[in-house]
């Protein structure tokens, strides 16, 4: 079965640079969230999107911003990038609103110098 | 404030032998949990969720168990195997209509041949 797709999976960006990570959510999935996870630590949700509207929103940086296009993939948007920015991005998706699981990618690993 | 949490960071147990994994809320109007397994290096896999109107759902090899009286939360894992370790982390759903999952703190399982 089709899974979240995350790309890239390994990103190297020095100190004040921009990233952009990108989520490609199950087929038919029309929700999408960013989880940052910080090592050793539990994923912290960032925000999240539905039908291309932003749905909610946690600890995200001002810095970070991120969108839903019209074919439901996600972008997040990471400017003047920190050393304390180094962690693992996680992409989730579900359908529709309402308790059903998220369904993660395997992270895009962003390590800023 | 409000947290989800686990009471072991690390369980080790022998293969074959039932596991179990505890996790505490605080937020009595969360209504729908769900259990990740995490490997090394991947995303968050979905196991097994349950809903506030239930106190036991059952799976292949894992039960949850919840108990709303004193807002705990258990994974059992039947005949646990090897490549059962990994880090599990309980996630509560604080959020009506669109999911907010909250993660608590992960619990490593090592399981021994």
């Known amino acids: 079965a089709a899974g979240v797709i995350q790309s890239p999976r390994h990103l190297i960006k020095e100190k004040r640079e921009t990233a952009t990570l990108k989520c490609y959510p199950i087929?038919?999935?029309?929700?999408v969230y960013w989880y940052q996870q910080g090592p050793g630590q539990d994923p912290q949700f960032l925000i999240s999107?539905?039908?291309?509207?932003?749905?909610d929103k946690g600890s995200i940086p001002d810095r970070f911003s991120a969108q839903q296009f019209s074919d439901y993939h996600s972008e997040l948007n990471m400017s003047s990038l920190e050393l304390g920015d180094s962690a693992l991005y996680f992409c989730?998706?579900?359908?529709?609103?309402?308790?059903?699981?998220?369904?993660f990618g395997n992270g895009t690993r962003l390590t800023v110098t | 404030g409000e947290s989800v949490g686990l009471h072991l960071p690390t369980l080790s147990v022998q293969e074959g032998d039932n596991s179990i994994i505890n996790c505490a809320y605080s937020?009595?109007?969360?209504?729908?949990f769900i259990w990740y397994k995490q490997e090394s290096g991947k995303g968050p896999q979905f196991i097994i969720d349950?809903?506030?109107?239930?106190d036991k759902r059952q799976g292949q090899r894992v039960t949850v168990l919840l108990n709303k009286t004193v807002k705990h939360l258990s994974l059992q894992i039947a005949a646990t195997q090897p490549g059962d370790s990994a880090v599990y982390f309980c996630?509560?759903?604080?959020?009506?209509?669109?999911?907010?999952?909250?993660f608590g703190t992960g619990t490593r399982l090592l399981v021994s041949p």
């Open positions: 989730a998706s579900s359908l529709g609103q309402g308790n059903s699981p998220l369904h």
């Open positions: 087929p038919r999935h029309d929700t």
């Open positions: 999107f539905y039908e291309k509207m932003q749905s």
């Open positions: 937020n009595s109007a969360s209504d729908y």
């Open positions: 349950i809903r506030s109107n239930m």
């Open positions: 996630a509560e759903n604080r959020s009506t209509g669109f999911q907010k999952l909250v």
